[in-house]
């Protein structure tokens, strides 16, 4: 676990005797105990997603109200996302610091012994805090030391993780507009002080959805990515009328990046190896298998891990130590990632899209450039007009715990890799 500079350089000064403390005895001359000043209750905290927003997108001049904020602020050359470069693992590694094998949600479609199995439209799988509670989310810590949250939106929200949810959530429906959802937003920041929140998360997903159904290199995206910024033009004159916009951290990005797959680019499993000899747990850019009882499971490992045309495969066991993944129970034990522009599909599972398949996905390779993610900070806490190198998105939690001054919970992010974002006196 990093710890916080603030609170290390605090140490150090006591040791010279110049940091405040509670005093337990009179002092010399009098009886009364020292004076501790109040502590100043953070500026607000706003995390936005702008789901399969890839970093490069914004070179395409179709966000002009997101780019003036970036100008205004800080703008990283991209963010990395964690390896699945997947939807839910990476929206709570952002909000946990945790590696997706580190917090248990290792995939969007995923199985455990116990809890049988997740998916995204798993409504009962995606509310039960235990799939979600071997990470801790900073809506909880913000909880334990008096900061409220709200969330519209985020995966894992939706849980009772730890015994807590965010203290305002919703549910998710994509029926909801982006105007609709910074409604939500602006609604929470006019409450009362004590009922307002500190931390607020915001979602959105229309350039998600229009990178899958069409592709990232269409006029959807760019219509998608016109929608979004257009949301942002709203936000941005909401702040300005209750003037926050000066006053409140901001933290807009994505979760992955998103690659173009044509419809004929599809690895067939059950043409490589006989299916009912394994338990197929995913298909999609990165398939999982279990071992199906009663099958000799080394003959699939060993005919799979061959290599193989558009797709690489491991034993869990033999995952690259760069993608941090495969210790985890929740991984399947076999595992085969699909190269960038391919999918990995049966011929039953092809014949049940009835043609209507994904001509864009993420899940790749985190490495992979069509993966890199968008970053742009705003707020009286970050430097204006700063560019910074791309880094990983599990630092965004130790940043953000620093901001809202709270102590982290265990983490793999580097607070010192990020801290370089903000204004000296901020950091």
């Known amino acids: 676990m990093k710890i916080p500079f603030r609170l290390l350089l605090c140490s150090l000064i006591a040791l010279s005797a110049g940091c405040a403390t509670p005093s337990t005895s009179p002092s010399s001359g009098s009886s009364a105990p020292t004076a501790v000043a109040a502590k100043p209750a953070p500026a607000p905290l706003l995390l936005i997603s702008i789901d399969g927003f890839r970093a490069d997108y ?62 995204l439209s798993n409504r009962d799988a995606v509310g039960n805090g235990r799939w979600w509670d071997e990470g801790t989310p900073l809506w909880e810590t913000a909880s334990k030391h008096g900061l409220k949250s709200g969330t519209m939106f985020w995966p894992g929200s939706e849980a009772d993780i730890h015994g807590r949810h965010p203290d305002y959530w919703r549910t998710y429906d994509g029926n909801i507009t982006p105007e ?36 990232p290199d269409t006029p959807q995206v760019d219509d998608a990515l016109r929608k979004t910024d257009a949301a942002f033009a709203y936000l941005v004159e909401g702040l300005k009328k209750r003037g926050l916009l000066d006053r409140i951290n901001i933290i807009i990005l994505a979760d992955h990046g998103m690659a173009s797959v044509p419809a004929k680019n ?27 009882p009663g099958h000799d499971f080394s003959k699939i490992e060993a005919q799979l891990e061959k290599p ?117 006196e901020a950091q």
């Open 58 to 119: 914004l070179e395409r001049g179709l966000s002009p109200n997101l780019t003036l904020l970036a100008k205004d602020g800080v703008r990283a050359a991209s963010m990395q996302p964690s390896f699945p470069s997947l939807t839910f693992p990476n929206h709570y590694t952002i909000v946990t610091g945790l590696r997706p094998d580190h917090h248990g949600i290792v995939n969007n479609t995923m199985m455990d012994p116990e809890l049988g199995k997740f998916s």
């Open 180 to 215: 609709q959802r910074v409604d939500q937003v602006l609604s929470w920041l006019d409450m009362p002080a004590g009922e307002r929140p500190t931390f607020i998360t915001l979602y959105f997903d229309d350039v998600d959805h229009a990178g899958h159904t069409y592709g």
């Open 266 to 292: 599809s690895v067939l499993l059950d043409k490589v190896i006989p299916l009912h000899r394994a338990e197929v747990v995913s298909l999609g850019v990165l398939a999982g298998l279990n071992p199906t």
């Open 308 to 424: 193989q045309k558009h797709m690489t495969c491991w034993d869990k066991s033999r995952v690259p130590a760069r993608l941090a993944y495969g210790s985890n129970p929740r991984v399947p034990q076999l595992l085969c990632l699909a190269d960038v522009g391919w999918r990995i599909a049966t011929t039953d599972s092809l014949a049940k899209k009835k043609g209507k398949l994904s001509l864009g996905e993420h899940g790749y390779d985190n490495e992979a450039p069509q993966m890199q993610a968008l970053f742009v900070a705003h707020g009286p806490a970050f430097r204006q007009g700063a560019a910074v190198p791309a880094f990983p998105n599990v630092d965004v939690y130790p940043l953000m715990t620093h901001l809202l001054d709270l102590p982290p919970a265990a983490n793999d992010g580097d607070y010192q890799a990020v801290k370089e974002m903000l204004k000296p």
